[in-house]
T-cell receptor, first 117, second 113 residues
Framework: GAGVSQSPSNKVTEKGKDVELRCDPI?????LYWYRQRLGQGLEFLIY????????KSGLPSDRFSAERTGESVSTLTIQRTQQEDSAVYLC???????????????FGAGSRLTVL | RKEVEQDPGPFNVPEGATVAFNCTYS??????FFWYRQDCRKEPKLLMS???SGNEDGRFTAQLNRASQYISLLIRDSKLSDSATYLC??????????????FGQGTILTVHP
């Protein structure tokens, strides 16, 4: 597609439920990132996929969080047994390569706003 | 110490003012640097990359000081439309996390008439 697509755009769930967030990156982008942004806060790195390399999971806050990516396409972020502190906007971004190269731009989706009651 | 630190502001300036933001990073081996802009309730978008020799894009000038591990953004002749949060972004050093981008907390800018 033309941009990074995320779904759902909004999700309200009850504490203790599992949620799955989806990201469809720009076609041909080998790098995919998940970030979390709590209200009024900065972006918190969660996980990074680059091609067929092992993902960098160093930002996942607990074992309730996991993410998968199928090849160089769709990624899903799963949060099990949601807690109120998981409420945030979950942003996905993709780039043509690992964005260390100045020529590669990180393009963000509009985010999935998660509210845990 | 946070990997990337910014003064959160807010900066409130009149139209036409010049304003500068600084950002420091902790990993001396970091290799790429960027400024992103985030409007209220929107996703971040790339404003400009930061090159070693410094670079300019219209009213915006970015500087990198590797010795002191800081990056700056200068905005001249501020416009109302410049009101946003400015995010400093640094890549991870080479290695298994090469390409991982770390964002600062952001600096809030409000330009008023």
């Amino acid at each position: 597609g033309a941009g990074v697509s995320q779904s759902p755009s909004n999700k309200v769930t009850e504490k203790g439920k599992d949620v799955e967030l989806r990201c469809d990156p720009i076609s041909g982008h080998t790098a995919l990132y998940w970030y979390r942004q709590r209200l009024g806060q900065g972006l918190e790195f969660l996980i990074y996929f680059q091609g067929n390399s092992a993902p960098d999971k160093s930002g996942l806050p607990s074992d309730r969080f996991s993410a998968e990516r199928t090849g160089e396409s769709v990624s899903t972020l799963t949060i099990q047994r949601t807690q109120q502190e998981d409420s945030a906007v979950y942003l996905c971004a993709s780039s043509r390569q690992g964005a260390a190269s100045g020529a590669n731009v990180l393009t963000f989706g509009a985010g999935s706003r998660l509210t845990v009651l | 110490r946070k990997e990337v630190e910014q003064d959160p502001g807010p900066f409130n300036v009149p139209e036409g003012a010049t304003v500068a933001f600084n950002c420091t990073y902790s990993n001396s081996a970091s290799q790429s640097f960027f400024w992103y802009r985030q409007d209220c309730r929107k996703e971040p978008k790339l404003l400009m990359s930061v090159y070693s020799s410094g670079n300019e894009d219209g009213r915006f000038t970015a500087q990198l000081n590797r010795a002191s591990q800081y990056i700056s953004l200068l905005i001249r002749d501020s416009k109302l439309s410049d009101s946003a949060t400015y995010l400093c972004v640094v890549n991870a050093a080479a290695g298994t996390s090469y390409g991982k981008l770390t964002f600062g907390q952001g600096t809030i800018l409000t330009v008023h008439p």
